[in-house]
């Protein structure tokens, strides 16, 4: 099946500062999500981007499907940006699957 | 606004009890899945459904069963829960195998 990996695994940021995270997918793909989980464990959408940019306030995303990655930015880090940031893309043996990258964990300090 | 509401936050059940973890959309949407997240394993697929009264196993379906007897349900069944058990259960849906994915908030599923 499709590998995904997701970089850095652990990231501590000052408040105020700008990141970029990476997910990486080992082969091509026609969807990527984006994800949020909170502290509470709720996974919150993010974006749905199979390629090019999107923007939503403070976080940008771009997929290059062709060379198989995907970057999230975070921009200006509050404390509430903090959690655990997971791409997802659907599984080439069959559509309804998804597998998940293993994870961004993100703690933003005031 | 998108919704997927799953029945419980947390739930402390005893070692051996029949457990039932409900998840219900707002939004049409055929598919519906359901995973648990557990440290330094990830995310990873237990059962899902397609249509109703159709499921199709996932990577960790034993020990589970499923339900989907109404379009906008999809039912998590542990027959006799167990320890191993304790996990955090995550449910979705999707309007078809492409689409968008949109999760519950979790249920924290204590075994003891």
Redesign the interface.
């Known amino acids: 099946g499709i590998q995904v990996e997701q970089s850095p695994p652990d990231l501590i940021l000052q408040e105020g500062a700008n990141s970029t995270l990476r997910c990486n997918f080992s082969d091509s793909v026609n969807n990527l999500q984006w994800f949020h989980q909170n502290p509470w464990g709720q996974l919150i959408n993010l974006f749905y981007i199979p390629s090019g940019t999107k923007q939503n306030g403070r976080l940008s995303a771009t997929t290059v499907a062709t060379e198989r990655y995907s970057l999230l930015y975070i921009s200006s880090s509050q404390t509430t940006d903090s959690g655990v940031y997971f791409c997802a893309v659907p599984n080439s043996g069959g559509y309804q699957k998804v597998t998940f990258g293993t994870g961004t964990k993100l703690q933003v300090i005031p | 606004d998108v919704k997927v509401t799953q029945s419980s936050r947390y739930l402390v059940k005893r070692t051996g009890e029949k457990v039932f973890l409900e998840c219900v959309q707002d939004m049409d949407h055929e598919?519906m899945?359901w995973y648990r997240?557990d440290p330094g394993l990830?995310?990873r697929?237990i059962y899902?459904s397609?249509d109703v009264k159709m499921k199709?196993k996932?990577d960790i379906p034993e020990g589970y069963s499923v339900s989907r007897e109404k379009k906008e349900r999809f039912s998590l069944i542990l027959e006799s829960a167990s320890t191993n058990q304790t996990s955090?259960y995550?449910c979705?849906s999707s309007l078809d195998?492409?689409?968008?994915?949109?999760?519950?908030?979790?249920t924290?599923l204590t075994v003891v």
């Open positions: 598919n899945f997240q990830g995310l697929l899902f397609y199709e996932g955090m995550l979705a195998g492409l689409d968008e994915a949109f999760f519950g908030q979790g924290r």
